[in-house]
T-cell receptor, first 108, second 114 residues
Framework: QKEVEQNSGPLSVPEGAIASLNCTYS??????FFWYRQYSGKSPELIMF????GDKEDGRFTAQLNKASQYVSLLIRDSQPSDSATYLC????????FGAGTTVTVRA | DTAVSQTPKYLVTQMGNDKSIKCEQN?????MYWYKQDSKKFLKIMFS???????INETVPNRFSPKSPDKAHLNLHINSLELGDSAVYFC?????????????FGNGTRLTVT
């Protein structure tokens, strides 16, 4: 079983819609969770991190964490064409492990 | 004022050669990493150093040898390059090794082995 799994996508959403990205992880002891955005040909950049169960909002982004279900998600509200990128879920136990990423395309 | 910088950006070489990638960070972070991103975009950790000490060494062929002369630098030397080594290699740094330390990535080095 992979340590971090994401819905493979690609995910295509119309401009202004909500994009929903999901991630599950295998290590129940994981304590911190990160979402990175990676544009094609660029390096990953941190969007959000979450440590506690529940929701965390930052602008148009909301991260949701459910440790009992070993599940973390990212919602992008009012999606813009500039949000088109690959989104990487990362989970920290003794190292930061990444999922394979979900590619999002926002249609204008 | 680049935070994490890697050189070179592109590296094209033939099988069997030896090459090095250099990384420097000016964030004052204690921990540095090498990640490999393959053609399917999967990012996998290779090594991590904390204050010049190796703390993570994943299952990587011993043709790969990291070196950290000080906590601001982490270099990667690769011997006897193989076709399967073609990938993008990212250097990253973080403040400490704690669970709450996000990574800051360099711009990557695209290695192509022919």
């Amino acid at each position: 079983q992979k340590e971090v799994e994401q819905n493979s996508g690609p995910l295509s959403v119309p401009e202004g819609a909500i994009a929903s990205l999901n991630c599950t992880y295998s290590d129940r002891g994981s304590q911190s969770f990160f979402w990175y955005r990676q544009y094609s040909g660029k390096s990953p950049e941190l969007i959000m991190f979450i440590y506690s169960n529940g929701d965390k909002e930052d602008g148009r982004f909301t991260a949701q964490l459910n440790k009992a279900s070993q599940y973390v998600s990212l919602l992008i509200r009012d999606s813009q064409p500039s949000d088109s990128a690959t989104y990487l879920c990362a989970v920290n136990d003794y190292k930061l492990s990444f999922g394979a990423g979900t590619t999002v395309t926002v249609r204008a | 004022d680049t935070a994490v910088s890697q050189t070179p950006k592109y590296l094209v070489t033939q099988m069997g050669n030896d090459k090095s990638i250099k990384c420097e960070q000016n964030l004052g972070h204690d921990t540095m990493y090498w990640y490999k991103q393959d053609s399917k975009k999967f990012l996998k950790i290779m090594f991590s150093y904390n204050n010049k000490e190796l703390i993570i060494n994943e299952t990587v062929p011993n043709r790969f040898s990291p070196k950290s002369p000080d906590k601001a630098h982490l270099n990667l030397h690769i011997n006897s390059l193989e076709l399967g080594d073609s990938a993008v290699y990212f250097c990253a740094s973080s403040q400490g090794t704690g669970y709450n330390s996000p990574l800051h990535f360099g711009n990557g080095t695209r290695l192509t082995v022919t």
